[in-house]
């Protein structure tokens, strides 16, 4: 199910996927150019509800205004923030999304009182532009961390950290296989929440 809530730039659309007395949640927000339907969200959804977590997939204001350029990330940060807090107050949380929409959890973790980060795909550089490195967004989160990565992705690949796993899985940055990025959120969860299951 899929409901609006309001946010400073305009509504963001929320799609639920719940469970039966959850014990954390999930919210995860979607890449640059894209929604909430890409196999990687999907199969990190499936892995979360499949572990006990209730989860909901965002979609930034831009994007439901049907608009395909990403809002600036002071935008992107406080519409995030106007809903997360929101949707699961009395739950553990753990925040993340794809390329852009890792960034944006990143960015917001701390404000967003989360537990644990998940990144699919994140996107270290622009193609071909190393020296433009977005590693400070990933580098500043010192909650548990996961991060999902092509290991053939033109965007980089972030080094592991000391709160942070770094799985590589076939493909590049667009994950095509729910099935194999499910798997190792599986077992990140099953490690992070060892009573979710």
């Known amino acids: 199910m899929a409901e609006l809530v309001d ?3 305009g509504p963001s659309r929320v799609h639920l996927h719940p469970v039966d007395a959850p014990r954390a949640a999930l919210v995860l927000g979607h890449g640059a150019a894209g929604g909430v339907e890409p196999p990687d969200l ?22 439901v205004a049907g608009r395909r350029r990403p809002a600036p990330a002071r935008q992107l940060d406080e519409a995030w923030l106007a809903v997360v807090p929101l949707l699961f107050p009395d739950l553990p949380l753990i925040v993340g999304g794809r390329s852009l929409g890792a960034r944006v959890a990143c960015r917001t973790a701390p404000e967003a009182a989360a537990v644990a980060v998940l990144c699919l795909a994140f ?8 020296e433009k ?10 909650l548990p961390t996961l991060v999902v990565q092509g290991e053939r992705d033109p965007f980089g690949i ?11 899985i ?24 060892p009573n979710a299951a």
């Not at 490195?133 to 010192?142: C, I, K, N, P």
């Not at 000391?162 to 590589?168: D, S, T």
């Not at 076939?170 to 929440?193: E, F, I, K, M, Q």
């Open 7 to 9: 946010t400073p730039h």
């Open 42 to 63: 999907v199969g990190a959804a499936e892995a979360a509800n499949d572990a006990g977590l209730s989860v909901a997939l965002l979609e930034q204001p831009y994007r």
């Open 123 to 130: 996107p270290v550089h622009p193609p071909g532009k190393p």
């Open 133 to 142: 490195t977005r590693l400070s967004e990933l580098d500043a989160v010192t």
């Open 158 to 168: 972030p080094p592991p950290g000391p709160n942070r796993q770094v799985v590589l």
């Open 170 to 193: 076939p493909g590049t940055h667009s994950l095509r296989s729910s099935s194999t990025v499910a798997s190792p959120v599986s077992d990140w969860l099953a490690r992070l929440l």
